[in-house]
């Protein structure tokens, strides 16, 4: 494929991400789904062009979304931990599995600490919701979330496979002669 098309590629990819992230302001439910999906878009651009270029869509779709989408929590998640997992995970999946495993949570829970704290004292977004909950609370909300996390580790690797076996037949056929 050509730098052009490589290009106009991350381009599409970058404009699609950042709709995706703006439909969190619109469904705010979908605070964390919505990160999740506009990251496929950078394991999309890492399959077909490289690793480089999948960075260059994370981090191209991590400037617009900072600049023009509302709900900065999900353009929070997106930037500190979603949005470049799909580049991460081919290095972690390389470790043995319990390993890689081990990696994955650490990676997560350091990670998803490490935002909530900026958010909270650099951003100075209430703490009031955290200091009214139960001791127990936080750990749970933790697990959960490393439970969450899990789950969309196996998505994009089932994802992944099925476009190998379906999807990128048709997709390089479109663009054979680029």
């Known amino acids: 494929m050509k730098n052009t098309v ?18 969190s302001s619109v469904i705010p439910f979908l605070t964390y789904a919505i ?18 270029w999948g960075l260059g869509v994370y981090f191209g779709t991590a400037i617009v979304s900072a600049l023009v989408v509302p709900e900065k929590e999900a353009v929070a998640i997106y930037i500190a931990l979603i949005g470049y997992y799909p580049l991460l ?3 972690f999946d390389k470790l ?10 650490v990676f997560f829970v350091g990670v ?3 935002t909530y704290y900026i958010i909270m004292h650099v951003f100075g977004i209430s703490t009031e919701l955290l200091e009214d909950t139960q001791g127990f609370m936080i750990p749970l909300l933790v697990v959960l979330g ?15 496979i099925a476009y190998y076996r379906k999807w990128q037949k048709q997709f390089r056929k479109l663009f054979k002669k680029h």
């Open 6 to 23: 490589k290009t106009a590629l991350g381009g599409m990819c970058i404009g699609l991400s950042a709709a995706l992230m703006m439909l």
């Open 35 to 52: 990160p999740a999906m506009a990251a496929i878009l950078v394991m999309f651009m890492r399959i077909e062009c490289d690793w480089e």
């Open 89 to 91: 995970k081919t290095l």
């Open 96 to 105: 043995p599995k319990i390993v890689g495993y081990i990696v994955k949570a």
């Open 112 to 114: 998803t600490v490490a």
């Open 146 to 160: 490393l439970a969450a996390f899990i789950m969309y580790d196996i998505a994009i690797e089932k994802l992944e």
